[in-house]
């Protein structure tokens, strides 16, 4: 009976995107004397100190109109720098309300907005600045982000191109653009554009994890590492190179290496939940049963809805003969994602195991209704049947089983005891 494999880790793997920073005082005229005031806009005075300088210029009744729009927008950045989005939101759109015309202030409201969490305000803003400024790259890449975490990759890609049209060195929006056409299936297309993000700044190293993350994609795992190498070569304090480089080295079937990169991961961020799992599957490969619980109940208290997590926990419940604690995993995952048809297979096996073939071929029924071309399923109730002797249907499953994959071994192999068996 077979379970879940490293395919489900390695496509989880996220590309790296970059949302660009605020504008620095940008509004023109006397706006070089609020630096006489500490406000600058700027990190090089404390947020703080310009919180008080900028309020005071404000309320100085010295400035007017875009010299005062530019005080607002020097106290948003230093509430923006201190995390405060609410008042930078209220700071920029005073900017606004004093220079309506002025793209700068839409941009840094669209960012408060877009960290806060308000994306279609982030969207409108961004809008209005590419509106009232039509070469503004920076916030074409920032919509351009929005739109691939919304997964609307066809206006994703056009605000990417457009700010490569603008900016043919703009190695965010060739880094962006191509995440959106990995995201897409465009895979040659996406290294592509990561090649020349490479090009055009050889350091950076979102760029290499990401076309590492497409070489993986496409199934070209050597160089998936040797981007990943470079990567942590260029920035070795980084926990997303180690993860993606160990989730790649469990696909190549070297879990010690994929333990030791997940190690390193987890030394720079102890919560990374994605490592805790991968090194949990490193584990299980290992048949170091006690040592993947325990990292799979780590992953699931930092996140009790982790279906992967609780249904590889499972797995490794079943393969401890605990079919009980199995049972109690898979009913959790099956809970939380009902139209995932893995969980539901695999509590099959652990009722078969547990003898229970007839509730077993129930929830091999479950998991092919759910995904009709399962060929786990086809084959774990092929064995079940061969249980209850019925021979003809067992072969049947290995027969559509073998039809979905002529080089399953395990079903060849079961086809040909469950025709010896029928034949005895």
């Keep these: 009976m077979r379970g ?14 970059t949302v660009l920073g605020l504008t620095q005082m940008t509004a023109p005229v006397r706006a070089q004397t609020l630096s006489d005031w500490k406000c ?21 009744g010295k400035y007017t109109a875009k010299d005062l729009a530019a005080a607002f927008e020097g106290r948003g950045n230093a509430y923006f720098g201190m995390g405060d989005y609410d008042h930078a ?6 900017t606004i309300r004093l220079d309506p015309k002025g793209a700068y ?7 408060a907005h877009q960290v806060k969490g ?44 457009e700010a490569t049209r603008l900016n043919p060195k703009d190695v965010y929006a060739f880094n962006g653009r191509g995440n959106a056409y990995q ?10 554009d990561y090649t020349e993000a490479i090009r055009l700044d050889p350091n950076y190293v979102k760029a290499f994890n990401n076309r590492g993350g497409a070489y993986r994609a496409k199934g070209d795992l050597d160089r998936a590492i040797q981007d990943y190498d470079q990567a942590i070569k260029l920035n070795p304090n980084q926990a997303a190179g180690y993860y993606y480089r160990g989730a790649v ?31 949990g599957l490193a584990y299980s490969d290992k048949n170091q049963w006690d040592r993947a619980i325990q990292d799979y109940d780590q992953a699931i208290k930092l996140n009790p809805n982790y279906v992967r997590a609780i249904t590889n926990r499972g797995n490794a419940y079943l393969a401890k003969r605990q079919y009980d604690r199995a049972i109690q995993d898979y009913d959790r995952a099956i809970k ?68 979905l994959n002529p080089k399953d071994a395990d079903a060849i192999k079961n086809r040909a005891e469950a025709v010896a068996k029928k034949n005895n």
């Design 183 to 192: 995201d897409r299936g465009d895979l040659d297309r996406a290294i592509a």
């Design 40 to 60: 600058t806009g700027h990190p090089d005075i404390s947020w703080d100190e310009q919180i008080v300088g900028c309020t005071k210029a404000i309320k100085s």
């Design 336 to 403: 939380l994602d009902p139209k995932e048809a893995i969980p539901v297979n695999n509590r099959g096996n652990a009722y078969y195991q547990k003898g229970q073939a007839d509730r077993a071929i129930q929830d091999f029924d479950q998991a092919l209704k759910l995904n009709p071309n399962y060929p786990d399923a086809l084959n774990n109730r092929g064995l079940a049947y061969i249980g209850k002797g019925q021979y003809d249907r067992a072969i049947q499953d290995f027969d559509q089983a073998i039809k």
């Design 89 to 94: 939101v209220a700071d920029y759109t005073a």
């Design 118 to 161: 308000a994306i279609d305000h982030a969207i409108a803003d961004y809008t209005e600045a590419i509106r009232l400024d039509p070469n503004y790259v920076k916030a074409f890449n920032n919509r351009g982000a929005i739109y691939l975490d919304r997964g609307d990759l066809d206006r994703a890609i056009a605000d990417y191109t």
């Design 4 to 17: 879940i494999a490293w395919a489900a880790l390695a496509g989880a793997l996220m590309h790296s995107a």
């Design 249 to 279: 080295n469990g696909m190549r079937g070297e879990p010690d290496r994929a333990i030791q990169d997940f190690d390193q991961a987890l030394k720079f961020n102890p919560n990374y939940v994605g490592a805790l799992y991968g090194r």
């Design 105 to 111: 202030a839409f941009y840094d409201r669209g960012i």
